[in-house]
């Protein structure tokens, strides 16, 4: 069946480091990608979206690829900041079925 | 996007009894659907609601146990029956919002979650 492989965490970086969330799929058909973001105490929130191969998400300076040849939806940011301090979680959602399925989660930890 | 607001935001409740959380969204929706996240970990899902018929409910969650009403296209709740202290959870509500690109490919909206805590 579906589903989402990301890598575990906790990640610490320090702050104006780059940022590597891996995050690779399976899945039948041609699903769409999403990356959400949960910071402490709050819901998920939508931070970028890819519906077909090649396409490229890019939000608040995050950016991801979806790349069907390796399958992967991996989450980068050049420079990271103490406020993006969180839990990210890529997703799938699978052609036509109305599911999503949903990584492990990877909180990150940004320190100044 | 959709607007999602739940009732209650957080909840501390004794074993045994039950709790019902409300979802509201600001337009109307074909499909909602309501999460479990338990501490420290990913969503899973519980159960799709579609306005005019039964829940759907996932593998290993069960209607006496999670009742779920969807009386119109804006709003749902889930109940939380006889609970014990392995229930104490984030429970979150979601929306789908199709997005139509050479196909239907979905996107979901969520709402803050409700965080409940059982003694």
């Known amino acids: 069946g579906d589903s989402v492989t990301q890598m575990e965490g906790p990640v610490t970086l320090s702050e104006e480091a780059f940022l590597t969330i891996n995050c690779t799929y399976t899945a039948t058909g041609y699903p769409s990608l999403f990356w959400y973001v949960q910071y402490p105490g709050e819901g998920l929130q939508l931070l970028l979206k890819a519906t077909k191969a090649d396409d490229k998400g890019s939000n608040k300076g995050f950016e991801a690829t979806y790349r069907k040849e390796t399958t992967s939806f991996h989450l980068e940011k050049g420079s990271v900041q103490v406020s993006d301090s969180a839990v990210y979680f890529c997703?799938?959602?699978?052609?036509?079925?109305?599911?999503?399925?949903f990584g492990s989660g990877t909180k990150l930890n940004v320190k100044p | 996007s959709a607007v999602i607001s739940q009732k209650p935001s957080r909840d501390i409740c004794q074993r045994g009894t039950s709790l019902t959380i409300q979802c509201q969204v600001d337009s109307q929706v074909t499909m909602m659907f309501w999460y479990r996240q338990q501490p420290g970990q990913s969503l899973t899902l519980i159960a799709t609601a579609n306005q005019g018929s039964e829940a759907t409910y996932e593998s290993g969650f069960v209607i006496d146990k999670f009742p779920i009403s969807r009386p119109n296209l804006t709003f749902s709740t889930l109940t939380v029956s006889n609970m014990s202290p392995e229930d104490s959870s984030i429970y979150l509500c979601s929306v789908e919002d199709s997005i139509t690109s050479g196909g239907a490919y979905n996107e979901q909206f969520f709402g803050p979650g409700t965080r409940l805590t059982v003694l």
């Open positions: 997703a799938l959602s699978s052609y036509n079925f109305n599911k999503f399925y």
